[in-house]
């Protein structure tokens, strides 16, 4: 299991149109809690950025998606597992998905020396 390590930006639901197995086109909604995490660029200065983690269906079942719009603005650590895919048009790519129980972890968050 990774721990993704940062400053929490709450819930976001995106919706969208997948084929369904009859053929017609069928709404879903994805959960993610994003996550603002600070990584260095190509010329050595410190971006912030925005990663969403995807959340299981049991996760919000559970209700964790009300505790991290509960930690918006606080550090977290996020329990995540990688999923790679590739698609039949030839793209690839991976994505982050909440792990285990999907609870924050209470790890401390040390600012880097700079």
Excluded at 73 to 94: D, E, T
Aim: proline share 3%; hydrophobic share 40%.
């Amino acid at each position: 299991m990774l721990t993704l390590l940062g400053m929490c930006d709450g819930v976001f639901v995106k919706t969208k149109e997948v084929r369904g197995r009859d053929g017609s086109n069928v709404q879903i909604k994805e959960h993610y809690v994003l996550i603002q995490v600070e990584e260095q660029n190509q010329y050595d200065r410190v971006e912030v950025k925005t990663r969403e983690v995807r959340m299981a269906k049991k996760h919000i079942d559970s209700g964790i998606d009300r505790l991290y719009d509960s930690l918006k603005g606080k550090p977290v650590a996020v329990p995540v597992y990688v999923q790679a895919w590739a698609s039949r048009a030839g793209n690839a790519g991976f994505d982050l998905w909440l792990s285990g129980d999907g609870k924050n972890a209470n790890v401390q968050l040390i600012p880097a020396e700079k």
